[in-house]
Nanobody, 120 residues
Framework: QVNLVESGGGSVQPGGSLRISCAVSEFTYCMGWFRQTPGDEREGIAASSAGGSTYYSTSVAGRFSISRDNANKTLYLQMNNLKPEDTAMYYC?????????????????WGQGTQVTVSS
C-alpha cells in the first residue's frame, strides 16, 4: 500500500506563490494533485507520469507545475500567481495504471490533504 502525506499548505495573498509537498512511500506510474472545496466535486489539476509527461487542467495550466524528486521520494506542486479561487484542500494521489491523466479514474490511493487559502 502506497502512503502519501501532504504538507506545506497555508495562507497566501493573491498573486503570491506556494509550494506544497507530498512524501511518498513509493512512486507509482502516475502521480497527481487534486483539490476540493466544500460542496464541490474533486478536481484533478496536475499529473505526472513515470515517463516524464505532465498534464494540467485548464484552470491551472501556466501557473502550476508538478514535479518529482526521486531521491527524496517527494512529489511537489509549485503554485504561482495564486488566485482566491485556488482556495481548496489539496490532495496528493497515486495510480498504478499505465495510463496517466488528471482524471481520478487513474488513481487508487489518496493522501489526507493540505489546506491552501488565498486571501488578502
Amino acid at each position: 500500500q502506497v502512503n502519501l502525506v501532504e504538507s506545506g499548505g497555508g495562507s497566501v495573498q493573491p498573486g503570491g506563490s506556494l509550494r506544497i509537498s507530498c512524501a511518498v512511500s513509493e512512486f507509482t506510474y502516475c502521480m497527481g494533485w487534486f483539490r476540493q472545496t466544500p460542496g464541490d466535486e474533486r478536481e484533478g489539476i496536475a499529473a505526472s507520469s513515470a515517463g516524464g509527461s505532465t498534464y494540467y487542467s485548464t484552470s491551472v495550466a501556466g501557473r502550476f507545475s508538478i514535479s518529482r524528486d526521486n531521491a527524496n521520494k517527494t512529489l511537489y506542486l509549485q503554485m504561482n500567481n495564486l488566485k482566491p479561487e485556488d482556495t481548496a484542500m489539496y490532495y496528493c494521489a497515486a495510480g498504478r495504471s499505465n495510463r496517466c491523466s488528471t482524471s481520478d479514474r487513474r488513481f487508487d490511493v489518496w493522501g489526507q490533504g493540505t489546506q491552501v487559502t488565498v486571501s488578502s
